[in-house]
């Protein structure tokens, strides 16, 4: 592809023209999630403005605990926006964290990717205060958060990854526009495209992606697949059809195939 088409092939809101009706609907779940029961707020766990995440209790002691990482191709959005992700996973008993990052061009995508290692060791370490199971930690992300979620998938304390139309090689997004705040090097490509750290003992991981995404999105998904089961890691990939890359996030209900899928991991 030339420029121009790599740059229409990663424009998730370009191909969903209704998608900021969708950004103005999880701010409004989120914020009443916010304000309901067992939210806990902007705990730090950093010293940069953007390094903390929120807890949301699902009140069950000894719960599992999913760990949410957002999308925005690293450059964009923030943890609030995303809080409606615990409605769901709560209602079934588990707890959810959701982080936020510095995002690019103000952190290197280095610098994001080990803010989010230090998330995640954060709750680990205070597992009894917040009162979750740390044999039983999942992560899971959406688009640049399911990069981020299989990156940390070789993390110790992490058990599961629910990487949700997520990016796995980075050398398209470095041709591309996206490339103006992130200004990936050789290096960050290849030590920070999952696709080529198959050899990395890493947790089970599941790889969905919605039927009506680009096509590039899909591609992903099913390539980092493939490499990753013939490497000998426990991949599993799925495509919601009737989903695009926005209402994918609806499965993430009580009843969700996205919810499905974290509980499967919990329980591997």
Known sequence: MD??????????SAAVVDSP????????RSAARRGGAGACLDVAYGLRERTSLDYFSAGVPGAPL???????????????MFSFVAQGPNARG???????????????LFEIVDEVDKAIEFLAVNAVQFGFDPTRLVVGGWS??????????????????????????????????????????????????PIRRTHLAAAPQSLVVGGGELPELRRQSALYADVSRRAGLRIRQLTLQGHHHFSILDELSAEGALTAELLALIER
């Not at 999913?66 to 609030?80: D, M």
């Not at 979620?149 to 139309?165: F, Q």
């Open 94 to 108: 588990i707890d959810v964290a959701v982080v936020g990052y510095t995002l690019a061009p103000a952190a290197r």
């Open 21 to 28: 009706q969708w950004l103005e609907c999880w701010r409004e």
């Open 144 to 193: 640049a958060g399911g990069h981020l979620a299989a990156m940390a998938a070789t993390r110790s304390p992490v058990s599961g990854a629910l990487c949700i139309s997520g990016i796995f090689d980075l050398e398209p997004i470095a041709l591309s526009y996206l490339d103006e705040a992130l200004r990936l090097d050789e290096r960050e490509i290849e030590l920070l495209s």
């Open 66 to 80: 999913f760990v949410f990482l957002h999308g925005g191709y690293w450059q964009r959005n923030a943890k609030e």
């Open 3 to 12: 420029r121009v088409a790599l740059d229409e092939a990663y424009n998730n």
